[in-house]
């Protein structure tokens, strides 16, 4: 079993970064596969980015060169950094794990066995 608490979203200015962070409580996460998501209003959940337990890191392709995760195994907390954010990347971010060792598919958000509560990450134009 594992917690996940995101942290981070707030309000920014198209243009601007910001930094998310997904702490996790339970199990140490370098066994886990970890992903983030995002939900905008009227819109269904998507993939945005995952690190995989094999060390394999995944994007969307939307936001190939501009969002980078990482993870800090002595914090057991992942990291999305968003630069050049848009308004369009405006939505509640969700970092998801799935169970250890998985070899479930990285953008299904059915291969994700535990999610944070979401944190809003708004951008202004």
């Known amino acids: 079993q594992v917690q996940l608490v995101e942290s981070g979203g707030t309000l920014v200015q198209a243009g601007g970064s910001l930094r998310l962070s997904c702490a996790a409580s339970?199990?140490?996460?370098?066994?886990?596969?970890i992903g983030w998501f995002r939900q905008a209003p009227g819109k269904e959940r998507e993939f945005v980015s995952a690190?995989?337990?094999?060390?394999?890191?995944y994007y969307a392709d939307s936001v190939k060169g501009r969002f980078t995760i990482s993870r800090d195994n002595a914090k057991n907390t992942v990291y999305l950094q968003m630069n050049s954010l848009k308004p369009e990347d405006a939505a509640v971010y969700y970092c998801?794990?799935?169970?250890?060792?998985?070899?479930?598919?990285?953008?299904?958000?059915?291969?994700?066995?535990?999610w944070g509560q979401g944190t809003q990450v708004t951008v202004s134009s």
């Open positions: 998801a794990a799935t169970t250890p060792y998985s070899s479930g598919k990285v953008d299904y958000t059915g291969a994700y066995a535990y």
């Open positions: 339970g199990r140490t996460v370098n066994t886990y596969s």
């Open positions: 690190m995989w337990w094999t060390g394999n890191i």
